[in-house]
């Protein structure tokens, strides 16, 4: 869970956030997952920000039946296919859901 001025003070993350799910033609429902995984996730440094944000939009993607490659989301970002596929499961866990065995 997360508070409000999370929101607030991770604005411009968020906005980041957003691009890319425009750039995947993300749906709402997945949009929304992501925002809420990258808030109750948020790393303590600026680095590590983008890799949550694509994890983030892979994890949201993955929920909302909204898949895209982790090679298009890291692309999306700006980031390494490879961050992605590092960060998704733990991403999940961290928010307490149980990621998928396949």
Same mark, same amino acid.
Request: proline residues 4%.
């Given at each position: 869970?997360?508070?409000?001025?999370? $929101? *607030?003070?991770? =604005? #411009? !993350?968020?906005?980041?956030?957003?691009?890319?799910?425009? =750039?995947?033609? +993300?749906? &709402? %429902?997945? $949009?929304?997952?992501?925002?809420?995984?990258?808030? &109750?996730?948020?790393?303590?440094?600026?680095?590590?920000?983008?890799? @949550?944000? @694509?994890? &983030?939009?892979?994890?949201?993607?993955?929920?909302?039946?909204? #898949?895209? &490659?982790?090679?298009? /989301?890291? %692309? @999306? /970002?700006? *980031?390494? $296919? +490879?961050? /992605?596929?590092?960060? !998704?499961?733990?991403?999940?866990?961290?928010?307490?859901? =149980?990621?998928?065995? !396949?």
């Amino acid at each position: 869970m997360y508070r409000a001025s999370d $929101r *607030v003070q991770n =604005e #411009r !993350w968020l906005a980041d956030l957003q691009r890319a799910a425009d =750039e995947l033609d +993300l749906g &709402s %429902d997945a $949009r929304s997952t992501a925002e809420d995984l990258f808030l &109750s996730t948020i790393p303590e440094g600026e680095r590590s920000k983008p890799a @949550a944000i @694509a994890a &983030s939009l892979y994890a949201g993607g993955l929920i909302a039946g909204d #898949r895209r &490659s982790q090679g298009a /989301v890291a %692309d @999306a /970002v700006g *980031v390494t $296919r +490879l961050t /992605v596929q590092k960060r !998704w499961k733990a991403l999940l866990e961290e928010a307490g859901l =149980e990621p998928p065995t !396949w």
